[in-house]
């Protein structure tokens, strides 16, 4: 069974702070790894990785995939109360997104 | 259409009723993913089709619950004979196609059964 976990399960800092969210997986024929950010609504996508040790960056958020070691990290810098919400990690394989709990983040003024 | 849709947004039903909850993806996206979203937890996948076919349902619950997308387009996930358990927030996302492709979500269906 595909299995995705992410730590931790939530966090609390203040703003300006960085952050790392950690997710691992265990699947069989992996083919994408997601991270979404998801407020009181639908998660929005973050970022798409497929290739191991290429670092993907939009402003303050970049995020790398180790398919040797079987995890993803998202980093945030300088963070701002807008970054609180739950942040979604999702493993595309054979055909389907297995999505793991979710990491909270409050980001406190 | 400019994101996914889905319909009707809130859905109150009593035990025992069926419904059919609706999904409007991405103009022209192949891929349409069905999945369960329960409070402090990840969408749980429970179907997804490929154009008109069906192409895994193995995580629908049991068979109460079903899918169809007949022209390719819209999709309509029924749950016959509701149960308070199958309270929760139902999902639909669609992608280009396949998980190569990002998938984009709708806003959700909160379904409560009394």
């Known amino acids: 069974e595909d299995k995705v976990v992410q730590s931790p399960l939530s966090l609390v800092v203040h703003e300006g702070d960085t952050v790392t969210l950690n997710c691992s997986y265990e699947?069989?024929?992996?083919?994408?790894l997601l991270w979404y950010k998801q407020e009181k609504k639908a998660p929005t996508f973050l970022f798409m990785l497929?290739?191991?040790?290429i670092e993907k960056k939009s402003g303050r958020l970049s995020s790398i995939l180790d398919k040797k070691e079987l995890f993803s990290i998202l980093n945030i810098t300088a963070t701002q109360t807008g970054d609180s919400a739950v942040y979604l990690c999702?493993?595309?394989?054979?055909?389907?997104?297995?999505f793991g709990k979710g990491i909270t983040l409050s980001v406190r003024p | 259409g400019a994101g996914v849709s889905q319909s009707p947004r809130y859905k109150v039903t009593k035990r025992g009723q069926d419904v059919a909850l609706r999904c409007d993806p991405i103009?022209?996206?192949?891929?349409l993913y069905w999945y369960r979203q329960a409070l402090g937890q990840g969408p749980e996948f429970l179907t997804y089709?490929?154009?008109?076919?069906?192409?895994?349902k193995s995580g629908l619950p049991n068979d109460r619950f079903s899918a169809e997308r007949p022209e390719g387009s819209i999709s309509t996930l029924t749950i016959q004979r509701t149960e308070q358990r199958d309270s929760a927030m139902y999902r639909c996302?669609?992608?280009?196609?396949?998980?190569?492709?990002?998938?984009?979500f709708g806003p959700g269906t909160r379904l409560t059964v009394l």
């Open positions: 996302a669609s992608s280009v196609q396949g998980v190569v492709n990002e998938q984009f």
């Open positions: 497929t290739s191991s040790g």
């Open positions: 089709f490929n154009y008109e076919a069906q192409q895994d």
């Open positions: 699947v069989t024929n992996f083919r994408s």
């Open positions: 103009s022209g996206h192949v891929s």
């Open positions: 999702a493993v595309g394989a054979n055909s389907k997104l297995t």
